[in-house]
């Protein structure tokens, strides 16, 4: 059994329940103190026991236990950049575990690790040079698609000595391979991709009988998607002939380093590659499908922003809760392509007669949401009241149909500290008597009746 080394145990219930069912998966024994700390795993420790890490081996992996900020910088302040928040779950505690595990020993982590803190894709290629090369274990990574990227003269001697075959960069990993090694390979990296590592035993057949390896496989996640895999193969048999290893690494490096470079460079086109996407999946994320205005989401967020900056400076703002009237006879009469057409047009519309200081958002269908900065009833009234104008007096054509709508309006001020709920719900009662009185105006009060 492998050891964990937890100090105290970390005092939250909830992750030592985590830990123990983690433990049981990976047939790990959970230790409070070790005379031999060469002989432990991993270390979790919670930023009172901090000092109890002094005289322990200083390679060994630590993970700080915290959800406190203050604990945060205190374990910063002593070198540990690793932190996982108490409540995590069993399967993101799996996926850590992992990686540890699989990638025990590559130095290429680690220092990423501590210069960025952070296990972003991008920071592996930044250190092939200075660790990659020099590793003593055999290292490839390989594309999702499980073309192989780049590897180390370890890797391809052990891959060669395994399967009589030679890695080629750019090419699927069982590229030569028989059938039978093809559907191994297809079968291990299926395992992989549950985010989990695969381990394997592996035997040598063609250089050498005699050699014994072990492999693992972990997938390479980025915003909580996988991008590719790495491999590490350990040589775990009798170590023999390091001289003549040694001489036919350095050579192999030599022949290898232009393609080593090339593919650095493709690491690099790829990253910024994903990058862009996913700066278009957030931008999606925030708007509207159809017309491409902001959506709920996005105005909740700056709602906060905005009650924020209210609370120092104390000016008032307004929300407009505003519907289309009778949009149904729009859709009914023209069809949902031409109400498409008009909803859109309309978004543009608002958004070329707002200040831009305001914003809005498509609440839902044909309602929508304003926000009016630093602005009273009066001053929120008046900006309505001239979009309320320019929508009457615009003609949507489409197809060569032309179509005219009308929308009210209910507005509410922020101006004191509460719920927004409370403010969207008193702009939807005025919206709601609007309606009810002839539609197609601004009610900013409600007159008693």
Not at 292 to 320: C, D, G, M
Request: proline content about 2%.
């Amino acid at each position: 059994m492998r050891d964990f080394l937890v100090l105290t145990l970390i005092k939250s219930k909830g992750f030592n329940l985590i830990l123990d069912k983690v433990s049981t998966r990976f047939k790990l024994k959970l230790v409070e103190t070790c005379d031999e700390p060469k002989h432990i795993n991993l270390i979790f420790v919670e930023p009172s026991n901090i000092d109890s890490l002094i005289g322990l081996d200083k390679n060994l992996p630590i993970i700080g236990v915290t959800s406190s900020q203050s604990d945060l910088e205190e374990f910063y302040k002593k070198d540990i950049f690793l932190i996982i928040p108490e409540n995590i779950t069993e399967k993101q505690l799996e996926i850590i575990i992992n990686k540890q595990l699989a990638l025990q020993g590559f130095d290429l982590f680690k220092l990423a690790f501590k210069k960025n803190k952070s296990f972003a894709f991008e920071n592996f290629t930044y250190y092939i040079e200075t660790v990659f090369i020099n590793s003593t274990l055999g290292v490839a990574f390989l594309s999702k698609d499980m073309q192989i990227l780049i590897f180390n003269p370890i890797f391809a001697k052990i891959f060669h000595n395994i399967y009589n075959e030679s890695p080629v960069i750019g090419k699927p990993i069982y590229n030569n391979l028989t059938n039978k090694n093809k559907d191994y390979w297809h079968k291990i990296i299926e395992e992989c991709s549950s985010c989990s590592e695969e381990c394997a035993n592996l035997k040598g057949k063609w250089d050498d009988k005699r050699k014994h390896y072990q492999m693992q496989i972990t997938p390479i996640m980025k915003i909580s998607s996988m991008i590719g895999y790495a491999i590490v193969i350990k040589d775990v048999s009798q170590f023999t002939n390091a001289n003549a290893d040694l001489k036919r690494y350095y050579k192999y490096l030599l022949e290898q380093n232009t393609r080593l470079e090339q593919a650095y460079k493709e690491l690099e086109v790829n990253n910024a590659k994903l990058k862009i996407a996913y700066e278009k999946v957030n931008a999606l994320s925030n708007h509207d499908y159809l017309t491409q205005a902001p959506n709920r989401k996005y105005f909740l967020e700056k709602i906060e922003y905005e009650q924020l900056r209210f609370k120092r400076t104390k000016n008032p703002f307004i929300l407009v809760y505003c519907d289309i009237d009778d949009f149904k006879i729009v859709n009914d009469h023209y069809g949902h392509e031409t109400g498409d057409y008009v909803l859109i047009s309309l978004c543009n519309l608002i958004k070329t007669t707002i200040r831009d200081i305001d914003f809005f958002c498509r609440w839902g269908g044909e309602e929508f949401l304003i926000f009016l900065a630093e602005s009273d009833l009066k001053i929120g009234k008046t900006i309505v009241e001239r979009l309320l104008q320019k929508i009457r007096n615009y003609e949507f054509n489409y197809n060569g149909k032309s179509i005219k709508i009308t929308m009210t309006f209910g507005l509410a001020v922020y101006d004191k500290d509460q719920h927004i709920n409370e403010i969207i719900n008193i702009a939807d009662k005025k919206l709601y008597w609007g309606k009810g009185h002839n539609k197609n105006q601004v009610v900013d009060i409600i007159p008693d009746t």
